[in-house]
């Protein structure tokens, strides 16, 4: 059984409160990173795996797209999708992002959102994209970043003051399964290496292009006091590569 986390009442209540579900991109810490590493998007055909409520979808079409796939696991990610959608060339298909099948490379773009860390096959995701794409073809994703991903406790170590005194890092060559908190308990993570994400893709054929760990922009770093602290561990990685 596919993860489905989003379509529990609980954790999807405490996700819509995010700032990055009330505000969508602009809220996202790394949205402004990964938004530079897309390629031109006009007159393309994009999928997006792991859609959410469809900002991802929405800015492909605001960049020109021909067409665009969302495809999300979770009924209420998509009901809320399609409320904020008003566009004939976006679709969206209930599916795991495991479950996939585009196998005659229709797509130019392929992008995914802090999605492959809840899958348990990297490996396997790399192929079926590589398969999805056209010759050429962009592949642009953010996962949380393994440093941040290695423990199950994905929290700071606090003083008995609440003070943040530090990020640790353990287990971290033990790949697989991480029960975790985010917005709820017992989330299921998959950690994998940094080297694994780079030879999964290197393995199904593809060319990396860029490999970022993005830090939260400037005016983040301002308006969100809290957020310096992203500039002590990564949090994020995105890379960016081609078919």
């Not at 596919?2 to 700032?19: C, E, G, I, P």
């Not at 679709?91 to 585009?102: A, L, R, T």
């Not at 490996?123 to 994209?129: G, L, Q, S, T």
Request: hydrophobic share 35%; net charge negative; charged share 30%.
């Amino acid at each position: 059984m596919k993860q489905n986390k989003y379509d529990d009442l609980n954790f999807f209540s405490a996700y819509k409160k995010m700032a990055r579900s009330v505000k969508g991109l602009e809220a996202a810490g790394e949205w402004h990173v990964l938004k530079e590493l897309l390629p031109e998007l006009r007159n393309k055909s994009v999928l997006d795996l792991g859609c959410g409520f469809g900002w991802h979808c929405r800015y492909a079409r605001e960049q020109q797209a021909r067409s665009v796939v969302g495809v999300d696991i979770s009924e209420k990610m998509l009901e809320q999708a399609r409320e904020m959608t008003h566009d004939p060339f976006i679709s969206y298909i209930k599916m795991p992002i495991e479950d996939i099948d585009f196998s005659d490379s229709p797509f130019d773009v392929v992008i995914s959102s802090l999605a492959f860390h809840y899958i348990k096959s990297f490996e396997a995701i790399c192929k079926k994209v590589y398969d999805c794409l056209k010759p050429g073809g962009s592949f642009v994703f953010s996962v949380e970043h393994p440093i941040f991903t290695s423990r199950n406790e994905q929290d700071w170590y606090h003083d008995d003051k609440g003070n943040r005194l530090h990020w640790a890092v353990d287990n971290y060559q033990l790949e697989g399964l991480r029960e975790t908190t985010f917005l709820t308990e017992n989330v299921l993570k998959y950690h994998r290496t940094f080297s694994t994400y780079i030879n999964s893709l290197i393995n199904a054929g593809f060319n990396i292009r860029t490999i970022k760990e993005p830090i939260p922009s400037e005016d983040m770093l301002i308006s969100i006091p809290e957020m310096k602290d992203e500039l002590r561990r990564p949090m994020f990685l995105i890379i960016s590569a081609e078919k």
